[in-house]
C-alpha cells in the first residue's frame, strides 16, 4: 500500500465519506480502510496526549451541547 493510498484514504474520511465509499474510490478492501484509520487515530491520540498538558480550565463553554440535551429533554417532556 502506497503512502498516496493512505492519503487518499485519509483525506476521504476526514471530508465525512463513508468508509465502503472510501474503499470503493481508493480501490482497497474495506478491512484495509478501516485499518488504516484506526492507526490514524492511534497515531493522532498518541500525538495529542503528548501535546496537550496542563491545560488550565477556568472557563468551559458547551452551548451547543446543552442546546441539544435540553431540545432533547424538552421533546421528552411534550410527549409525556
Keep these: 500500500m502506497s503512502e498516496e493510498e493512505i ?3 485519509l ?3 476526514a471530508e465525512g ?3 465502503r465509499g472510501i474503499s ?3 480501490g482497497l478492501a474495506y478491512d484495509t480502510v478501516v485499518s488504516i484509520i484506526q492507526a490514524a487515530a492511534e497515531k493522532a491520540q498518541l500525538v495529542h496526549n503528548a501535546e496537550v498538558q496542563n491545560v488550565d480550565t ?3 463553554a458547551a452551548d451547543e451541547l446543552w442546546s441539544f440535551v435540553e431540545k432533547n429533554k424538552n421533546t ?3 410527549r409525556n
Design 76 to 78: 421528552a417532556c411534550q
Design 17 to 19: 465519506s463513508s468508509l
Design 24 to 26: 470503493r474510490i481508493s
Design 58 to 60: 477556568d472557563a468551559i
Design 7 to 9: 492519503r487518499i484514504v
Design 11 to 13: 483525506q476521504s474520511h
